[in-house]
Nanobody
Framework: QVQLVESGGGSVQAGGSLRLSCAFS????????LAWFREAPGKEREGVARVHYLNTATYYDDSVKDRFLILRDTAKNELYLHMNKLQAEDTAMYYCAAAPESWVCYLQPREYSYWGQGTQVTVSS
């Protein structure tokens, strides 16, 4: 059973930075996809970034490209999202997600079977 636990959210002023962490367990090594999603009030859950567990290939949504960095640490079983130059539009609940059985990674919520409980990020302008 894959379990995911996020941490690191908080409140920050526009232009600031935060790092989110996601501790995962029960993960089959060698394949699969890990991702960050976010959901703002009144909006649908959207993909932020994803990384392939094995080859570390990454993909970012255009809205966060060049500002966010997704990293996974297989030794610590952790996933990170480094967020820089934060904007008010980045305010949302952030979720990490895993698709352990996938060989090809996408950034659609329906592709991910396991989810964390979420961590709130609030950016004030």
């Amino acid at each position: 059973q894959v379990q995911l636990v996020e941490s690191g959210g908080g409140s920050v002023q526009a232009g600031g930075s935060l790092r989110l962490s996601c501790a995962f367990s029960g993960y089959t090594p060698g394949r699969g996809c890990l991702a960050w999603f976010r959901e703002a009030p009144g909006k649908e859950r959207e993909g932020v970034a994803r990384v392939h567990y094995l080859n570390t290939a990454t993909y970012y949504d255009d809205s966060v490209k060049d500002r966010f960095l997704i990293l996974r640490d297989t030794a610590k079983n952790e996933l990170y999202l480094h967020m820089n130059k934060l904007q008010a539009e980045d305010t949302a609940m952030y979720y990490c997600a895993a698709a352990p059985e996938s060989w090809v990674c996408y950034l659609q919520p329906r592709e991910y079977s396991y989810w964390g409980q979420g961590t709130q990020v609030t950016v004030s302008s």
